[in-house]
């Protein structure tokens, strides 16, 4: 009998995992404890540890420790496996978006040139001003974009400014005034902020083993996107009408604008579809229609002239509270709020989910801060001022923004042009040129680039895609003419324009090869620099809400330098090139400042020990870990 007793005791008694308690808790290190605990284990976790699976208290762990592992702790983990169909459908969007983008840039020279208001040798100064109005509205609302993804969710504002984007194409096909490419580019800089929700998802998807992968190939979707962006925008421009192709057509520059705008279109169908959300506090909300049905409810209801019946609740419970008791409806209470609702039924109110107020927000409340008043963790003055890491990243991703963008806006103006200033290419000419390049980069990021940066680590790759930039625009102004003279005057030479290629080829491969190195081993920096996952949303906002003022001025002052060089000789043209290759001489510098370990992926310079910044605390998330 004893026996039976003592199983049966046995059998009652909770399991090691059972009695383990779901609530992370940290031990004494020397370093301060992580403001935020990370993700909380899931209700999944919580039904295997009840079961006793063993499998729990590792997820309970790897959970607690959130997106970037422990790296203090000494312990390696194994690489967490890709999620590669979420990876799939942010290279669909990130690869549709760049191709619309980059299908403007070979035709908008020859299209300013066009418009009435444009006069001779002012073709650069008004292509650096439309190019300048979308990133200077792009700068007024970045960052509003992020931190409404890190409230609303991810996938709504990747919904959003993918259909206005797709809009805004479809209307920059017909204009045909300065004026109106201004008011179009500036509206699809104000709805188009995906590039870092898009760059907060993958932060999101991936943790700290596994993010070096992940990260290596957006900026590949990105060069894909300068390949097929300046096909698309070079070769579909037709000068004829296609109906009657004796007469000139009105639109020329429409076709391109069209297949931009279906793209964006499938992009927007596929990511509804297949687009799961990726921020934690929102995964639980209803779906997205039934969110968006939920707010017309409360917009009816509010804007009628009968009393909501969600401030009848709410005033009942405030009362409640006030008096100092929880309020609990009882049955008479019940039938009460039943008869209420039968009354405004029966008067004009809409009965449809109208009890409360609409569910549209996710709550960003955790365990360390549920009774905390604030709503959610916030990115403060003090986590981005008092982190050298993460200003110096800021103002270097700046300068690496405005160094790219104004190469991007010189270079097409700059082949465009005349000799003895420009090169005289044609749009197709311009557009063939950078498909080739970014082919040979996306070869060199697939094949060396992500080796090399694991050997070398984020921080040196970054140094050195800001020197290669210095490179290329010291190189630009000194590649050959088509004739093969110093001046560009006479005929056209075959032997010139071999040379002309080759050089062109070379010095492209150089700025592009740059410009995608170091937009990977930016984001792994910024991701890594960020203090919470709670607030990359906002940090990512912020960090292309800096690149968005680069690449508002870079278009603007770019365009006017080289106006202006037009009327300098010799060699005009390298007034710009060189001015904006001093500017990112400058952010080479800043650079080494940037010598946070935390900033490194997991199991990079293990054999120099866990100590020396990290433990010091250098501002990384893992500094504090």
Same mark, same amino acid.
């Given at each position: 009998?004893?026996?039976?007793?003592?199983?049966?005791?046995?059998?009652?008694?909770?399991?090691?995992?059972?009695?383990?308690?779901?609530?992370?808790?940290?031990?004494?290190?020397?370093?301060?404890?992580?403001?935020?605990?990370?993700?909380?284990?899931?209700?999944?976790?919580?039904?295997?540890?009840?079961?006793?699976?063993?499998?729990?208290?590792?997820?309970?762990?790897?959970?607690?420790?959130?997106?970037?592992?422990?790296?203090?702790?000494?312990?390696?983990?194994?690489?967490?496996?890709?999620?590669?169909?979420?990876?799939?459908?942010?290279?669909? +969007?990130?690869?549709?978006?760049?191709?619309?983008?980059?299908?403007?840039?070979?035709?908008?020279?020859?299209?300013?040139?066009?418009?009435?208001?444009?006069?001779?040798?002012?073709?650069?100064?008004?292509?650096?001003?439309?190019?300048s109005s979308f990133a200077l509205a792009q700068f007024t609302t970045n960052f509003a974009w992020g931190w409404l993804s890190d409230r609303?969710?991810?996938?709504?504002?990747?919904?959003?400014?993918?259909?206005?984007?797709?809009?805004?194409?479809?209307?920059?096909?017909?204009?045909?005034?300065?004026?109106?490419?201004?008011?179009?580019?500036?509206?699809?800089?104000?709805?188009?902020?995906?590039?870092?929700?898009?760059?907060?998802?993958?932060?999101?998807?991936?943790?700290?083993?596994?993010?070096?992968?992940?990260?290596?190939?957006?900026?590949?979707?990105?060069?894909?996107?300068?390949?097929?962006?300046?096909?698309?925008?070079?070769?579909?421009?037709?000068?004829?009408?296609?109906? !009657?192709?004796?007469?000139?057509?009105?639109?020329?520059?429409?076709?391109?604008?069209?297949?931009?705008?279906?793209?964006?279109?499938?992009?927007?169908?596929?990511?509804?579809?297949?687009?799961?959300?990726?921020?934690?506090?929102?995964?639980?909300?209803?779906?997205?229609?039934?969110?968006?049905?939920?707010?017309?409810?409360?917009?009816?209801?509010?804007?009628?002239?009968?009393?909501?019946?969600?401030?009848?609740?709410?005033?009942?419970?405030?009362?409640?509270?006030?008096?100092?008791?929880?309020?609990?409806?009882?049955?008479?209470?019940?039938?009460?709020?039943?008869?209420?609702?039968?009354?405004?039924?029966?008067?004009?109110?809409?009965?449809?989910?109208?009890?409360?107020?609409?569910?549209?927000?996710?709550?960003?409340?955790?365990?360390?801060?549920?009774?905390?008043?604030?709503?959610?963790?916030?990115?403060?003055?003090?986590?981005?001022?008092?982190?050298?890491?993460?200003?110096?990243?800021?103002?270097?991703?700046?300068?690496?923004?405005?160094?790219?963008?104004?190469?991007?806006?010189?270079?097409?103006?700059?082949?465009?042009?005349?000799?003895?200033?420009?090169?005289?290419?044609?749009?197709?000419?311009?557009?063939?040129?950078?498909?080739?390049?970014?082919?040979?980069?996306?070869?060199?990021?697939?094949?060396?680039?992500?080796?090399?940066?694991?050997?070398?680590?984020?921080?040196?790759?970054?140094r050195a895609s800001l020197a290669g930039f210095v490179i290329a625009f010291l190189l630009m102004p000194f590649v050959g003419y088509k004739?093969?003279?110093?001046?560009?005057?006479?005929?056209?030479?075959?032997?010139?324009?071999?040379?002309?290629?080759?050089?062109?080829?070379?010095?492209? +491969?150089?700025?592009?090869?740059?410009?995608?190195?170091?937009?990977?081993?930016?984001?792994?920096?910024?991701?890594?620099?960020?203090?919470? !996952?709670?607030v990359l949303g906002t940090l990512n906002g912020l960090a292309q809400t800096l690149s968005a003022a680069g690449r508002a001025v870079g278009?603007?002052?770019?365009?006017?330098?080289?106006?202006?060089?037009?009327?300098?000789?010799?060699?005009?043209?390298?007034?710009?090139?060189?001015?904006?290759?001093?500017?990112?001489?400058?952010?080479?510098?800043?650079?080494?400042?940037?010598?946070?370990?935390?900033?490194?992926?997991?199991?990079?310079?293990?054999?120099?020990?866990?100590?020396?910044?990290?433990?010091?605390?250098?501002?990384?998330?893992?500094?504090?870990?």
């Amino acid at each position: 009998m004893s026996t039976k007793a003592g199983s049966t005791r046995a059998a009652q008694r909770p399991s090691v995992y059972h009695r383990q308690s779901s609530t992370l808790h940290y031990q004494t290190f020397p370093t301060a404890p992580p403001r935020n605990p990370g993700r909380q284990p899931s209700k999944r976790d919580m039904k295997q540890q009840q079961n006793g699976s063993p499998e729990a208290p590792r997820r309970a762990e790897n959970a607690g420790h959130g997106r970037s592992g422990s790296r203090s702790s000494g312990h390696h983990h194994e690489e967490t496996p890709l999620p590669k169909g979420q990876l799939a459908i942010l290279a669909v +969007i990130a690869l549709a978006e760049q191709t619309a983008l980059n299908s403007i840039s070979p035709y908008l020279p020859e299209m300013a040139a066009t418009f009435p208001e444009v006069g001779d040798g002012q073709v650069g100064l008004y292509v650096g001003l439309i190019a300048s109005s979308f990133a200077l509205a792009q700068f007024t609302t970045n960052f509003a974009w992020g931190w409404l993804s890190d409230r609303i969710g991810r996938k709504p504002v990747v919904l959003t400014g993918t259909f206005l984007t797709a809009c805004c194409f479809l209307a920059f096909g017909f204009a045909r005034t300065l004026w109106q490419a201004i008011v179009i580019q500036a509206l699809m800089g104000l709805v188009n902020g995906n590039q870092g929700v898009i760059t907060t998802c993958l932060g999101e998807i991936t943790d700290r083993s596994n993010q070096s992968r992940a990260f290596t190939y957006l900026p590949v979707i990105y060069g894909l996107g300068g390949i097929t962006g300046p096909i698309v925008g070079g070769l579909l421009v037709s000068h004829n009408n296609p109906l !009657h192709p004796d007469k000139p057509n009105p639109y020329p520059y429409l076709p391109p604008n069209l297949f931009s705008a279906a793209v964006l279109f499938i992009d927007m169908i596929l990511t509804t579809i297949f687009f799961k959300e990726s921020l934690e506090c929102a995964q639980n909300m209803p779906p997205l229609g039934k969110r968006v049905g939920s707010l017309f409810t409360w917009v009816w209801q509010f804007t009628s002239s009968y009393r909501p019946t969600y401030l009848k609740r709410s005033k009942k419970t405030k009362k409640a509270h006030e008096n100092g008791a929880r309020y609990h409806p009882t049955e008479q209470s019940s039938l009460l709020e039943e008869e209420e609702d039968e009354v405004s039924d029966e008067e004009g109110s809409p009965s449809a989910d109208h009890g409360s107020m609409p569910t549209l927000f996710p709550s960003q409340r955790t365990a360390s801060d549920a009774d905390d008043e604030d709503s959610g963790p916030r990115l403060s003055k003090r986590d981005v001022l008092g982190n050298r890491d993460i200003v110096l990243l800021l103002a270097t991703f700046l300068i690496f923004q405005l160094a790219n963008i104004s190469y991007n806006s010189l270079y097409p103006i700059f082949a465009q042009a005349a000799p003895p200033t420009g090169r005289d290419l044609s749009p197709e000419e311009i557009g063939l040129s950078l498909a080739f390049a970014g082919v040979v980069t996306i070869l060199f990021q697939i094949g060396v680039f992500g080796k090399l940066r694991e050997k070398v680590g984020n921080k040196i790759t970054y140094r050195a895609s800001l020197a290669g930039f210095v490179i290329a625009f010291l190189l630009m102004p000194f590649v050959g003419y088509k004739n093969g003279s110093p001046t560009g005057e006479g005929p056209n030479r075959t032997k010139g324009k071999v040379w002309l290629w080759i050089e062109l080829g070379a010095v492209l +491969i150089i700025k592009t090869v740059s410009a995608v190195g170091g937009l990977t081993s930016s984001l792994l920096l910024i991701t890594n620099a960020a203090p919470s !996952h709670a607030v990359l949303g906002t940090l990512n906002g912020l960090a292309q809400t800096l690149s968005a003022a680069g690449r508002a001025v870079g278009p603007f002052i770019s365009g006017s330098l080289f106006s202006a060089a037009t009327r300098v000789q010799p060699k005009g043209e390298a007034l710009a090139f060189g001015v904006f290759g001093g500017i990112a001489f400058l952010g080479f510098l800043l650079s080494f400042g940037i010598t946070g370990k935390g900033l490194e992926a997991e199991g990079w310079g293990d054999d120099s020990g866990s100590g020396g910044d990290e433990e010091e605390g250098d501002g990384s998330p893992e500094g504090r870990r």
